[in-house]
Every structure is written in structure tokens, then in C-alpha cells.
């Protein structure tokens, strides 16, 4: 008797664990996906990934913000990323020609404006203020390396007022700390993307850039050749035009890109 209980308990426990090694083997495999993203895409991809998670809980992100360039360039000297956002075309193209990414995964995601702005008590008016002695220091991404600043650089040029103001510059390493000098009154003005002055409620716009006077800030994605996760990371990537992500993305300020 006693032998036959052993005998039924010995078989429950490996049928337990046989049950377990199934489940284990059907269980969708933990995943962080690595994403390089410009520092202007921070709020809105970060509700964008934690919308994700609610469907895909086996997903984690470690995000990686800073300017465009920057990124490229970590990428090309082979930083960890599956997933790279640009803020600028020039950046992801020079990854494209190199063959750093995965064939097919590059698609234009996101448009962008690019605005004037100025502490909520600020008197500025328009571009042409800006040349007033009152305004002494500018905030730029620098044009080297941050595309906001290249394309501020290409607005003030088409204004006729990039060397009149060359001399109260001042350059930021990406667009957000563009905006925490005008934030903390320690710029008098700034250019920065549309996206960012509305996620600020210590600044105003005071102009929009027309659309002629700089390239289209486009937003491209594309997955990394050299990422580890490669079918996740198509997968997000695949669903940053899903409705969800796009209403996401609006409500954050973005424009889509045209199909």
C-alpha cells in the first residue's frame, strides 16, 4: 500500500515537472530591446513602449537619447542597439550605406516642426527680435552634430540672420538641453523641435520656421543589422504606425510621415 502511494506521488511529481519543461518551452522568451532614439522622441516613446508592454510582457527597453549623430556614430563603432530612431535622414543614411541596417526595416515614421521660443514673460516677437539687444545669448543644438541645430542653422541662413547672431550663440549637445537653457532663463531664446515646446510649460513659441526655410524634419527607423533580437525588434518597429503608437506619437505633437 504504502509502495502504491509512493509509487502515485513519484508520478504526479513528473508529471508536474513535464508540465512545467512544456509550459517553460511555450513561455515567449524575455527580450530587452536596445533603443537608440533622438533626445526629441523621449516622452512620447516612452508611453509608446509602456502601451507595448500591455500586449508584449515579455518586452523590456533600455533607451539610449541623445542627438542623432551622436547615436549613428555609437552604432558605427559598434555600441549595443537593435532599434535606431534618427531625428534626421543624414544620420541613418550614413548607417545604410555602411550595411549597419537590417535590410528592409528602414521606413520614415515621423515629421517634425521647428520653432522659436522664449521664457513664458519673455517680449520677443518674431525671428527678427532676435537681432534686439535685449536678447543676448541663443540656444542652438550644435549644427556638428545635433540635426535640430542644423536645421536652426538653415532657418537663420535663410533669414538672412545667422551672422548677425552668430557671436550670442549658444550650443547644446542635443535639442533638450536646448530647451533646459531657455527653461532656466539661461538663454534668452531657442530653436527647437514643436514637440518639445509643448512638453515644456516654462516656455513659449514665439514663431513656427517656415517650412522653406529648412529641410523636412523627417523621422526615420530602422532595425540594427547587428541586433541581438532581431524579430522583436521588427516586430516594435512594425508597430510604431499601428494606430495606438500613432495616436500616441499626435497627441505628443508629431505629424506622420506620408506612407
Not at 10 to 35: D, E, N, S
Not at 67 to 89: K, W, Y
Not at 91 to 104: I, N, R, T, V, Y
Not at 179 to 205: H, I, P, W
Request: charged residues 20%; proline residues 4%.
Amino acid at each position: 500500500m504504502v509502495e502504491a502511494i509512493g509509487y502515485k506521488v513519484r508520478c504526479c511529481i513528473a508529471l508536474l515537472a513535464l508540465a512545467a519543461m512544456i509550459g517553460a518551452c511555450h513561455a515567449p522568451q524575455r527580450v530587452t530591446l536596445t533603443l537608440s532614439a533622438a533626445s526629441s522622441l523621449q516622452d512620447a516613446l516612452g508611453e509608446v513602449e509602456a502601451t507595448y508592454k500591455q500586449s508584449h510582457a515579455n518586452v523590456d527597453f533600455s533607451n539610449n537619447f541623445a542627438s542623432s549623430n551622436t547615436l549613428a556614430r555609437q552604432i558605427d563603432q559598434g555600441a549595443p542597439a537593435d532599434v535606431f530612431l534618427s531625428a534626421a535622414a543624414k544620420p541613418m543614411d550614413q548607417l545604410e550605406q555602411k550595411g549597419l541596417l537590417a535590410a528592409g526595416t528602414r521606413r520614415d515614421l515621423l515629421r517634425n516642426s521647428l520653432v522659436l521660443i522664449a521664457p513664458r514673460d519673455s517680449q520677443l516677437r518674431d525671428f527678427q527680435g532676435l537681432t534686439d539687444r535685449s536678447i543676448r545669448e541663443i540656444a542652438l543644438g550644435d549644427p556638428a552634430s545635433v540635426p535640430a541645430g542644423q536645421y536652426g542653422r538653415q532657418t537663420l541662413v535663410s533669414l538672412g540672420l545667422w551672422e548677425r547672431l552668430n557671436a550670442k550663440l549658444v550650443l547644446g549637445k542635443d535639442v533638450r538641453q536646448v530647451l533646459s537653457y531657455v527653461e532656466t532663463g539661461n538663454a534668452d531664446a531657442g530653436l527647437v523641435y514643436a514637440t518639445d515646446a509643448l512638453a515644456s510649460t516654462k516656455v513659449r513659441v514665439v514663431a513656427l520656421a517656415p517650412e522653406s526655410s529648412h529641410e523636412p524634419i523627417v523621422y526615420p527607423v530602422a532595425v540594427v543589422k547587428a541586433s541581438h533580437s532581431d524579430e522583436a525588434a521588427r516586430r516594435f518597429v512594425e508597430s510604431l504606425a499601428s494606430p495606438v503608437a500613432q495616436a500616441i506619437f499626435k497627441k505628443h505633437g508629431f505629424a506622420m510621415a506620408a506612407p
